[in-house]
């Protein structure tokens, strides 16, 4: 069922960083032909990317990755997406749509 998606920040964060959502959902993120969040999401995935930088918890290129698919930095630039999951690059922040989309 293609159409608009809207997605909060700890949907964007599995699936960009951990990639294990449920297959209804990873299919639902397929599917759909707009994904959509907050500007506030946005800034809440650049403070856990530099949280998980700091931490060291996660490899730097994962991150890298996962910044570009959520159309961040990551905290960093460079670097290129590697998995095979959908990048999240479409994803778009409320403020960025027309009016009544």
Do not use: H, K, Q, W
């Amino acid at each position: 069922m293609p159409g608009t998606l809207y997605l909060d920040t700890s949907a964007v964060l599995r699936a960009v960083l951990e990639g294990g959502t449920t297959p209804e959902m990873e299919r639902a993120i397929g599917a759909a032909d707009t994904l959509i969040t907050s500007r506030l999401s946005l800034v809440e995935a650049e403070r856990a990317f530099i949280r998980l930088r700091a931490s060291g918890a996660v490899p730097e290129e994962r991150l890298a990755d996962a910044g570009r698919e959520v159309g961040g930095s990551g905290g960093t630039t460079g670097g290129r997406r590697t998995g095979g999951r959908r990048p999240m690059g479409s994803l778009r922040n409320l403020g960025a749509l027309p009016a009544g989309v």
